[in-house]
């Protein structure tokens, strides 16, 4: 059984939550802060976690941040902040995705199942890639820069493999959403920025000028040698 971790203050939030969850056939354990939350996970890894942004003490980004030093499990936000720079630094705190409060449980089960939809995919196209210096295994889920082995979150993982696939081929945000998020058109097209700088920052020598993932201006991005 799918096992989530819901972390929320909001009792009345999480108790509501917890009932949709548990209605469509999900296990999940409950936090009301990041200083439960991380115990909680180390206790028991979940496939999925859930996690609120305004939280009391250590706040949403502080507790994805701590989840990342540990773990490539998938995360999804949940938030009530709905501007840019609140996504925009959640996603680089080391979530993988967000949905908005209030929000329609269907879209929240969407997404979880497109999480989980990604870490299981993430290793389906088994022949090594190698473009210039970086080399990319699938079937062992690793990516090596220069010969030593660099750290992706399975959806930095998913989207590297995406775009490398086809070497030179240029991917619109709106494909890279639909096949590796799975979204199409409830995507937002920050997930795709914010997740291709992430990438960067580890499989680039510099993040600034970079040379394996590049931006084709007005149409997207795609992996050359």
Known sequence: MTHVLLVEDDEGIR??????????????????????????????????????????????FECCKLLRRTSDVPIIMVTARSDSHDVVAGLEAGADDYVTKPFVMKELTARIRASLRRARDGRSVNAPIVVGDLEIRPD??????????VSLTKTEFRLLCEMAATPGRVFSREVLLDSVWGYGYFGDARLVDVHIRRLRTKVEPDPRTPRHVVTVRGLGYKVQG
Request: hydrophobic share 50%; no cysteine; glycine share 8%.
């Open 15 to 60: 108790a509501s939550m917890r009932l949709a969850l548990e209605s469509e056939g999900y296990s999940v354990a409950e936090a009301e802060s990041t200083e439960d939350a991380l115990p909680a996970f180390a206790a028991r890894a979940a496939d999925v976690v859930l996690v609120d942004l305004m939280l009391p003490g250590k706040d949403g």
């Open 140 to 149: 062992e889920g690793t990516v090596l820069l220069a010969g030593e082995e």
